[in-house]
């Protein structure tokens, strides 16, 4: 299913330009998260509770902001990362950070389309 | 005014969405900090009026950050409204345990966005403005208390010299003002007079009303002939006023020529020291208290005075927790430590005035205890 901006600005009460900036910081942050995530995810043998706590916050951050931005797939999956992460469960969390990347990448495609359709940034 | 408004949220998309959520409030400049230590610091270096707590951050924990603003006395009076996931509810419950403000869940709903949350603001901006004005208002009050205390204080001589006597007095009252007054007058016509009177209550009214007292006094000697009529006099004009609500006890005197002629109305007992016999009589008698009944007959007691004789008025505040602690001899006590003490009396009444005071545990604690009112006659 596309991702709605419009049904998203609607929302919040605000224009889809006032969203465009905050969808950027999103999509910064994500990358910067993610690529954490893949590092620690790499190696989970030396240290693991502390990495496994850094995980965990890595997740609920994520799933917090993308419930705010009414991407509940990237929610609902980062929510499942953050359960794995507190059970200090290692199994499968690569490929599921690989899921979790495919649909960050099909919501940035939506809100560029939706953006490319609906004018230039000011 | 500008209102500065702290977002916490170590996710920066959540900051920012708040912040254009709320920027349709109008008046309203936003900081923002990513961590519970940011926070801090801009609380402390800021002027802000309301925090926007996420409780779940890596590092300092939006727990910690309310638990050092609400033991901070220059913080605890920011609210704090914190925020949690859905399923943190215990969070959030800690969170109000600590002071927190007002709350609200993540995510956010559409109708949260559009009417719940900026409502709470508002709310949490108008209650921190409204605690500000009392403030002011409160410290406005207090500095007119003190000026009318100092009033008050003008108002009761410590220390007044007539031909036939000397009087000293002291007044402690339980807040900035009370309801105690005494007061030593002499009218053209020549008697002295004297009065000491406690108004029920503390406080405010408590103290108008002791300065009408003294005022309906001052000219009821004018007229009257002997301290019962007075009484009588001062309770035809004070029971209308309040219905018997308002009422306080008297004790009135006068000394002409060699005699003293008293009335009282409902007053603690005053002590006489005759001089001659070394020996403290409690002048006891009965009477209604001024103002608390529509009609009421006082009586006169006539005694004779000399010189070197001494007359020791004060008011139940004195006595208040001695009272209870002696179970009724408190009166045996007063009148022991008054001959214990009656060298101090003739010599230096302020000590003994301290001494009693002391005695009677009347020193310390002034917010707990009643006023106190001292007044000391020596009849020359």
Same mark, same amino acid.
């Given at each position: 299913?596309?991702?709605?901006?419009?049904?998203?600005?609607?929302?919040?009460?605000?224009?889809?330009?006032?969203?465009?900036?905050?969808?950027?910081?999103?999509?910064?942050?994500?990358?910067?998260?993610?690529?954490?995530?893949?590092?620690?995810?790499?190696?989970?043998?030396?240290?693991?509770?502390?990495?496994?706590?850094?995980?965990?916050?890595?997740?609920?951050?994520?799933?917090?902001?993308?419930?705010?931005?009414?991407?509940?797939?990237?929610?609902?999956?980062?929510?499942?990362?953050?359960?794995?992460?507190?059970?200090?469960?290692?199994?499968?969390?690569?490929?599921?950070?690989?899921?979790?990347?495919?649909?960050?990448?099909?919501?940035?495609?939506?809100?560029?389309?939706?953006?490319?359709?609906?004018?230039?940034?000011? | 005014?500008?209102?500065?408004?702290?977002?916490?949220?170590?996710?920066?998309?959540?900051?920012?969405?708040?912040?254009?959520?709320?920027?349709?409030?109008?008046?309203?400049?936003?900081?923002?900090?990513?961590?519970?230590? #940011?926070?801090?610091?801009?609380?402390?270096?800021?002027?802000?009026?309301?925090?926007?707590?996420?409780?779940?951050?890596?590092?300092?924990?939006?727990?910690?950050?309310?638990?050092?603003?609400?033991?901070?006395?220059?913080?605890?009076?920011?609210?704090?409204?914190?925020?949690?996931?859905?399923?943190?509810?215990?969070?959030?419950?800690?969170?109000?345990?600590?002071?927190?403000?007002?709350?609200?869940?993540?995510?956010?709903?559409?109708?949260?966005? #559009?009417?719940?949350?900026?409502?709470?603001?508002?709310?949490?901006?108008?209650?921190?403005?409204?605690?500000?004005?009392?403030?002011?208002?409160?410290?406005?009050?207090?500095?007119?208390?003190?000026?009318?205390?100092?009033?008050?204080?003008?108002?009761?001589?410590?220390?007044?010299?007539?031909?036939?006597?000397?009087?000293?007095?002291?007044?402690?009252?339980?807040?900035?003002?009370?309801?105690?007054?005494?007061?030593?007058?002499?009218?053209?016509?020549?008697?002295?007079?004297?009065?000491?009177?406690?108004?029920?209550?503390?406080?405010?009214?408590?103290?108008?009303?002791?300065?009408?007292?003294?005022?309906?006094?001052?000219?009821?000697?004018?007229?009257?002939?002997?301290?019962?009529?007075?009484?009588?006099?001062?309770?035809?004009?004070?029971?209308?006023?309040?219905?018997?609500?308002?009422?306080?006890?008297?004790?009135?005197?006068?000394?002409?020529?060699?005699?003293?002629?008293?009335?009282?109305?409902?007053?603690?007992?005053?002590?006489?020291?005759?001089?001659?016999?070394?020996?403290?009589?409690?002048?006891?008698?009965?009477?209604?208290?001024?103002?608390?009944?529509?009609?009421?007959?006082?009586?006169?007691?006539?005694?004779?005075?000399?010189?070197?004789?001494?007359?020791?008025?004060?008011?139940?505040?004195?006595?208040?927790?001695?009272?209870?602690?002696?179970?009724?001899?408190?009166?045996?006590?007063?009148?022991?430590?008054?001959?214990?003490?009656?060298?101090?009396?003739?010599?230096?009444?302020?000590?003994?005035?301290?001494?009693?005071?002391?005695?009677?545990?009347?020193?310390?604690?002034?917010?707990?205890?009643?006023?106190?009112?001292?007044?000391?006659?020596?009849?020359?």
């Amino acid at each position: 299913m596309t991702y709605s901006v419009l049904s998203v600005a609607d929302d919040f009460m605000l224009e889809p330009e006032e969203l465009r900036s905050i969808f950027d910081t999103f999509f910064d942050d994500l990358e910067i998260k993610l690529q954490r995530a893949e590092i620690i995810v790499s190696d989970l043998t030396t240290a693991p509770d502390q990495k496994f706590q850094e995980l965990m916050g890595i997740f609920h951050a994520i799933k917090g902001a993308a419930y705010n931005l009414r991407m509940n797939d990237i929610g609902d999956l980062s929510y499942r990362l953050e359960t794995a992460a507190k059970a200090k469960e290692s199994l499968g969390l690569s490929s599921q950070i690989d899921e979790l990347k495919k649909m960050v990448k099909q919501i940035e495609v939506d809100i560029k389309v939706f953006y490319s359709q609906h004018g230039k940034r000011q | 005014m500008t209102y500065n408004v702290l977002i916490v949220d170590d996710v920066a998309v959540n900051r920012r969405l708040m912040r254009s959520v709320l920027s349709s409030l109008e008046g309203v400049a936003f900081y923002e900090a990513e961590d519970g230590f #940011k926070a801090l610091e801009i609380v402390q270096n800021q002027e802000i009026h309301l925090v926007i707590l996420d409780l779940m951050m890596p590092g300092k924990d939006g727990f910690e950050v309310l638990d050092e603003m609400k033991t901070q006395t220059d913080l605890c009076d920011i609210p704090v409204v914190v925020y949690s996931a859905i399923d943190g509810i215990d969070s959030i419950s800690r969170a109000l345990d600590l002071g927190a403000y007002d709350y609200f869940t993540k995510p956010l709903t559409p109708q949260q966005m #559009k009417v719940v949350l900026p409502m709470k603001v508002r709310n949490a901006l108008k209650s921190y403005n409204q605690k500000k004005q009392l403030e002011v208002i409160h410290e406005k009050m207090q500095l007119e208390l003190m000026l009318a205390n100092l009033f008050q204080q003008s108002l009761m001589a410590e220390y007044q010299e007539f031909p036939e006597l000397t009087m000293y007095g002291k007044y402690l009252p339980s807040n900035e003002i009370g309801g105690d007054c005494y007061v030593c007058h002499r009218p053209s016509n020549g008697d002295i007079w004297f009065m000491i009177a406690d108004i029920s209550g503390h406080g405010v009214t408590a103290a108008m009303m002791s300065s009408m007292v003294k005022v309906e006094f001052t000219n009821q000697v004018k007229v009257c002939n002997n301290p019962s009529e007075v009484l009588q006099n001062m309770n035809r004009t004070f029971y209308p006023l309040t219905d018997g609500n308002y009422y306080f006890t008297a004790f009135v005197g006068l000394i002409r020529s060699s005699e003293f002629v008293w009335s009282n109305g409902g007053h603690p007992y005053p002590l006489y020291y005759d001089h001659q016999k070394e020996q403290v009589s409690i002048l006891k008698s009965n009477g209604f208290a001024v103002g608390m009944l529509e009609s009421v007959v006082y009586e006169d007691v006539i005694q004779p005075t000399a010189s070197g004789d001494t007359l020791f008025l004060y008011t139940d505040g004195l006595l208040e927790d001695k009272q209870i602690a002696l179970g009724g001899t408190v009166y045996e006590d007063l009148c022991r430590y008054f001959l214990s003490y009656k060298e101090l009396s003739k010599e230096k009444p302020e000590e003994f005035f301290n001494v009693l005071l002391n005695l009677f545990g009347n020193v310390e604690n002034k917010a707990a205890r009643d006023d106190v009112a001292l007044m000391l006659l020596k009849i020359k």
